[in-house]
């Protein structure tokens, strides 16, 4: 057998999908006959020639007495057509021109044609000779050989003219040779020494893996073992080395067995390629694999359900597959750096560039040599021990993990030990009878004994741990009954009777030689922690400077006390002390001072009270008082008590001297009062009367005092507002305000602020600002709104480009306030916002009350371009007074003096009057509460600059201004007064 004739199934299939791959050349049928010397052996590619027969009916004697011009002559040295259903005649002369007879071969070298007839043409006569193939038993061969071998006996100047028929369902590829016969076999020989070295390395490496296999039970080497043994079946079956060795009766199973051990060995692979990689990182993959896996199952199952011609064509495609998918699969673990895949990439690779080489030899695209002749033996060996040393390479670093594991093994048990022994909680084991059996030295000596033999010695049950063993039962029920524990905390005592608390975390363990189960777990000492935990407690319902209770335990003891007098009848009154002059003591020598006065008085209000009532620090320099079995008359006598005791108290600090007041507000609980808060607010109330009826004495709670009604109104308003500012009630409307002078001229208007009331109600700032300004919440309520509008404006800059002047009110707290201009300046600058838009409004009567502070921060944002307006003008008529010192840009006429002066001739003089004024000073001057034409009509013949009201603009909400000035640029103007 010559390896020249090797090619592996992979190729041949290849083949059959393409059309005939030989490039063929038509010539005429010539008598020059191959002349036979002693050159052996001989390749009679150049005097072959062929006939194909569509249709599979000629004879050959029909064939003998073709015309020569439907001949061709074979031009390649190969002989393949490809894929073909049709039976193809070859034709050969053959002449011995030696002076011996000779003893030849015809050698046809590739085992997988279905039928071949040879003919001899004697004296015009066609004789068959010989009929074999592998669709006959293989004893039907003239020589019992893999490949094909007809012997022919041919005289000295003897000419043989021959026939071959050859018809098959696989690839016509018809390799002719023609040897002596004494030398045919020991020519063949050191192929079969090759091929058997071949087939021997393989089953060497199957036997290897399949011990491997029994020995550790890992899937992969019973898959890499399978995969080998199909490629030994395949290279077997394709050499004809099976048929004549295995099964040479089995004719069916000869014919299958090639594609079978083809579909085997992908199907083998496939799984091989799962089981070594776990592929469970890389989901894509899996799916690839299990994709080439089912393809490789229905080759499988197509290889005794179609004919062969179909089922090869299929097999090529699915090797293609599979080929291409498994390089792709190792490439990719590669790149992922997947260690064990380099020798897989290399593997395959090697199968395919040996299938490669092999395929260009037989195509004639490289040239011929014995590498490339045996370039797909040598693919698959070279690939099944690169294959092999991926698994070697596996079982080392597998060796090295377990190796690694056994010293981190080792490592972590002295780390453990170590933890252990140095564990900073106690770790203990006791078993099922309570008796403790191992303890480390940090549970040791948290229990006061010096080592684990002194504790076992002197505690026989772990009971003796706790003051109260009935604990301890609980605690071993409970981990007895739910498996574990975590964090169960119990108070323990050591053995020189110190109480401690420790955190217990522990769980119910299994011991299998005992069989008897038991109870491990950890203690963690944490009496630091019980004791700051009672520290917050306390801190939690006392003020940590008086150390008396702090309002929310005040509050709590005032629903106790409010549930007795439903319940008991028992009569309770509340006191709401505010200390008066406090503050200035503060301001004076600062909060040490303060603090330490009221350490000082709390003290003797405590003797005060005697212990019978409950004093409590809500907040500030405010107390609040309980007494109990106090009705109206008695708790008043408390109440002067107090009042005097603090009168009477002098505070020395640093030679200072200072008395205090107390302003006391009185209410008597009732059972008909059901709100905490209600109560708190109503005592706040009469504290807040006491305030404004001079200071330093007592109010008693009225529900029908006027006063106090108007003071709770307010209150609740403050409330009301401090909701608001959180919960987003307040929203900006503005008003456009009229140049009468220059009707186009750009955009003024005034922000205006309004509140959106829980019943859906929009309330106007005449409502709550004057309970802001009494309570302090104006300068709140005007940061809100600066900040609201600034960042609206910020976010419409094109609007501002055509804004000529907005205004906003503000309140004289803000003006007050020490921290408001740096706020300001901060709002001007956080926005970016031109300081020549913004106008600021302030009231006249509240401008002249504080009139220096007012003028000082007039004078300092005048300074960075900003205006300012001095709004309700002429309410007082001294303002004339003070007008020329108010450096203001605008004076807004109050609406009082406006609305009127088309019927009432004293208020159109009071308007002109204000008018002249302003002008000769170089003021603007701006009407306010224009509703009528004839009021602007008359206005405009006053000369007042502006005009702002209702018929000049109602109020909108600030959001909508953009549409509106973009629908009035687009319609032009549509006020009433143009």
Not at 34 to 39: E, K
Not at 453 to 460: H, P
Not at 689 to 698: E, L, P, S
Not at 836 to 849: L, N, Q, R, V, Y
Request: with cysteine; net charge neutral; proline share 3%.
């Amino acid at each position: 057998m010559r390896m020249s004739r090797i090619s592996c199934l992979l190729v041949s299939i290849t083949f059959c999908l393409i059309a005939p791959a030989i490039k063929l050349t038509a010539a005429p049928l010539t008598p020059a006959p191959l002349q036979i010397d002693d050159l052996n052996p001989v390749y009679p590619a150049g005097h072959i020639y062929y006939y194909e027969d569509l249709e599979n009916r000629l004879t050959e004697k029909q064939i003998a007495q073709l015309p020569s011009e439907q001949w061709t002559r074979v031009s390649e040295d190969q002989i393949n057509f490809g894929m073909t259903p049709n039976t193809f005649w070859y034709y050969l002369s053959v002449k011995n021109i030696t002076n011996e007879k000779q003893s030849l071969y015809l050698h046809i070298d590739y085992a997988l044609l279905d039928e071949i007839e040879l003919f001899v043409i004697e004296n015009n006569s066609v004789s068959p000779v010989f009929l074999t193939g592998d669709q006959l038993p293989f004893m039907s061969r003239p020589e019992k050989y893999t490949t094909y071998l007809f012997p022919m006996t041919i005289k000295s100047t003897q000419k043989k003219n021959m026939l071959i028929r050859v018809n098959t369902q696989g690839p016509m590829k018809v390799p002719i040779s023609i040897w002596r016969q004494k030398s045919f076999f020991a020519e063949q020989l050191p192929d079969f020494i090759l091929y058997g070295i071949f087939l021997g390395i393989l089953l060497i490496m199957t036997g290897y893996h399949l011990f491997l296999f029994f020995s550790i039970r890992d899937p992969s080497y019973l898959y890499y073992s399978l995969f080998t043994l199909s490629i030994v079946g395949y290279f077997s079956s394709l050499y004809g080395v099976a048929y004549q060795w295995l099964w040479p009766e089995s004719v069916y199973w000869h014919n299958k067995s090639t594609l079978f051990f083809n579909a085997t060995g992908a199907l083998a692979l496939n799984i091989f390629t799962v089981q070594f990689f776990q592929l469970k990182k890389f989901p894509t993959l899996k799916k690839l694999v299990t994709a080439l896996i089912a393809s490789s199952l229905i080759m499988l199952i197509l290889t005794f359900s179609v004919s062969y011609l179909i089922a090869a064509k299929i097999h090529a495609a699915g090797i293609i597959t599979t080929a291409v998918g498994t390089f792709l699969i190792g490439l990719t673990l590669v790149i992922n750096r997947v260690k064990a895949a380099r020798f897989f990439l290399l593997s395959w690779s090697a199968f395919l560039f040996g299938t490669l080489l092999s395929a260009l030899s037989t195509l004639g695209l490289l040239a011929s040599s014995a590498y490339t002749e045996n370039s797909g033996i040598i693919g698959a060996i070279v690939g099944v021990l690169l294959l092999s040393l991926a698994m070697a390479d596996r079982i080392k670093e597998e060796q090295s993990e377990k190796e690694k594991a056994q010293n981190n093994a080792i490592n972590n048990l002295e780390r453990y030990h170590q933890l252990y022994e140095n564990a900073l909680e106690g770790i203990f084991t006791i078993n099922g009878n309570g008796k403790i059996i191992s303890a480390n030295p940090k549970l040791v000596n948290s229990l006061g004994f010096i080592n684990l033999e002194s504790l076992k010695n002197k505690i026989a049950h772990i009971n003796q741990l706790t003051t109260n063993p009935s604990d301890m039962r609980k605690l071993i029920k409970q981990i007895f009954s739910q498996k574990q524990v975590i964090d169960y905390e119990i108070q323990l005592i050591s053995q020189d009777y110190r109480p401690f608390w420790g955190s217990v975390t522990a769980r119910v363990a299994f011991d299998e030689q005992s069989n008897k189960r038991y109870v491990e777990g950890s203690l963690i000492d944490i009496s630091a922690r019980k004791i700051s935990e009672e520290r917050l407690k306390y801190l939690a319902r006392h003020d940590p400077l008086t150390e008396l209770f702090n309002r929310r335990e005040f509050e709590r003891q005032l629903k106790v006390a409010m549930e007795k007098i439903r319940q008991e009848k028992i009569k309770y009154t509340m006191l709401y002390l505010d200390l008066d002059q406090f503050k200035l003591v503060n301001d004076t020598c600062g909060h040490t001072a303060g603090d330490h006065l009221l350490k000082l008085l709390t003290g003797r209000l405590l003797k005060v009270l005697d212990g019978e009532h409950l004093l409590a620090r809500l907040g500030g320099d405010e107390f609040g008082v309980l007494l109990k079995d106090c009705g109206e008359k008695e708790a008043m006598k408390v109440a002067e008590q107090l009042k005097s005791a603090i009168e009477s108290f002098l505070f020395r600090w640093k030679e200072q001297n200072f008395t205090l007041g107390a302003s006391i507000g009185l209410v008597e609980l009732s059972p008909l009062q059901t709100s905490i808060e209600r109560i708190l607010s109503m005592a706040d109330t009469a504290c807040f009367m006491a305030k404004d009826q001079g200071r330093n004495r007592i109010c008693v709670f009225t529900e029908s005092d006027k006063d106090i009604q108007l003071r709770q109104h307010e209150m609740h308003w403050i409330s009301t507002l401090t909701k608001a500012l959180k919960s987003g009630s307040f929203f900006l409307s503005y008003q456009k305000i009229h140049n009468n002078i220059r009707p186009n001229a750009p955009l003024h208007y005034e922000i205006l602020l309004r509140m959106k009331a829980q019943d859906g109600r929009i309330v106007s700032p005449a409502s709550f600002l004057p309970a802001a300004e009494r309570y302090n919440l104006a300068p709140s309520i005007d940061r809100w709104v600066i900040i609201t509008y600034f960042q609206w404006l910020s976010s419409h800059p094109q609007h501002m480009q055509k804004l000529e002047v907005a205004s906003i009110n503000l309140s004289v707290s803000s003006i007050e306030e020490k921290s408001f201009k740096d706020f300001l300046i901060h709002a001007f600058n956080e926005y970016a916002i031109a300081p020549d838009k913004i106008c600021f409004e302030i009231t006249e009567s509240m401008a002249i009350t504080r009139l220096d502070n007012t003028i000082k921060f007039i004078k300092t944002f005048k300074s960075m371009g900003c205006h300012f307006a001095l709004d309700d003008f002429g309410t007082g008529f001294s303002s004339y007074a003070y007008l020329k010192d108010l450096p203001v840009d605008y004076v807004k006429i109050d609406g009082f003096f406006v609305r009127n002066i088309v019927n009432d001739a004293v208020d159109l003089v009071m308007v002109k009057s204000i008018n002249e004024v302003a002008q000769t000073i170089g003021i603007k001057t701006v009407a306010e509460y224009v509703e009528s034409y004839e009021v602007q009509k008359l206005l405009q013949a006053t000369g007042i600059e502006y005009s702002q009201g209702y018929y000049i603009h109602k109020p909108m909400i600030l959001d909508d201004l953009i549409e509106s000035t973009q629908r009035s640029n687009q319609f032009g103007h549509t006020s009433g007064i143009i």
